[in-house]
């Protein structure tokens, strides 16, 4: 990977694979076979319209799933960079689990939305929220029983891509950790890095469908990667 020393702005994308070895099922590993839908199916408006209890039965239920997990050592390594790099660092995540707040993370994007937030389709205000939404509950903005799960289903618009693509435009390198390359806009965004003459950087178990888009890709468990990079970076 060449003299790191010189880099001063690093953008960082993770994806389920980061959450993986805390005991969060990845797409690929629960993607197909959840109650015999489709992450593509169940993750979407039109899912919701269709049937919105098994909808909001499988966000409640992965929603209280991350409450009994723990971040892993790939998460605290990721704060421990923020904490400790000179230069500018930005991390956004694909997870909607909270393990790299609860790392220590503060500079973060959620771009796919956040499990432990409601959003309510009357009044358009956001709650945190860790309790199921099966029962319909009142939003506390408007009294409506209209909240859904504030995340980004297929289809709709992801969160924050102007800042996040400002920050690729500005960095000199670009880390991606723990995703399939499988899902747009964030997929892409390795190809906007090398056009703005960032070195690229994968970290994951295996190859993704953009490992042959970066300068370097290693593999094995983010656990393990990801300490050793931020290691390396920080020596
Ligand atoms: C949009 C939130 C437009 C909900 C998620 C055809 C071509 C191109 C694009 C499209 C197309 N048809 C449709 C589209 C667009 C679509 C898309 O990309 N579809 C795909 C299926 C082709 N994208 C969208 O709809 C996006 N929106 O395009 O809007 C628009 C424009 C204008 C106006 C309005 C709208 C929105 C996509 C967001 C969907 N929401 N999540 C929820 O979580 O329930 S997606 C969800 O799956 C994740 O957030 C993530 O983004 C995605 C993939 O998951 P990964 O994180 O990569 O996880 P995965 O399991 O796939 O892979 C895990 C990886 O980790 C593996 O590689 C594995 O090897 C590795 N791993 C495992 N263990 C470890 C590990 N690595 C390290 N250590 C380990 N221990």
Do not use: K
């Not at 992450?39 to 899912?47: I, L, Q, S, W, Y």
């Not at 694909?94 to 309510?120: F, K, P, T, Y």
């Not at 050793?228 to 920080?234: F, G, S």
Request: charged share 25%; aromatic share 8%; with cysteine.
């Amino acid at each position: 990977m060449g003299d790191m020393r010189a880099l001063r702005n690093i953008v960082v994308l993770t994806g389920a694979g980061v959450s993986a070895e805390s005991g969060i099922d990845t797409f690929r590993s629960a993607g197909g076979l959840w109650e015999q839908h489709r992450v593509e199916d169940v993750a979407t408006p039109e899912g919701f319209a269709r049937d919105p209890d098994l909808v909001l039965r499988f966000y409640d239920m992965r929603r209280a799933a991350i409450q009994t997990r723990q971040p892993n050592a790939a998460h605290l390594a990721l704060a421990r960079l923020e904490a400790e790099w000179p230069g500018e660092l930005l991390l956004v995540t694909q997870n909607v689990d909270d393990l790299h707040e609860r790392a220590g993370s503060r500079r973060l994007i959620h771009m796919h939305g956040e499990h432990l937030n409601a959003w309510c389709s009357a009044c358009d205000a956001r709650h945190g929220w860790t309790g199921p939404l099966i029962d319909r509950p009142p939003c506390p903005a408007c009294g409506v029983p209209a909240l859904r799960p504030d995340v980004v289903w297929f289809g709709e618009m992801p969160y924050r891509m102007d800042e996040i693509y400002a920050a690729i435009a500005r960095a000199d390198l670009f880390v991606s950790i723990g995703t399939s390359g499988a899902v747009y806009p964030a997929a892409g965004f390795v190809h906007t890095a090398r056009e703005a003459g960032a070195r690229c950087l994968e970290l994951n178990l295996e190859r993704s469908q953009g490992s042959g888009w970066f300068h370097e890709s290693r593999l094995g468990p983010a656990s393990e990667l990801v300490p050793a990079w931020v290691e390396e970076l920080l020596r």
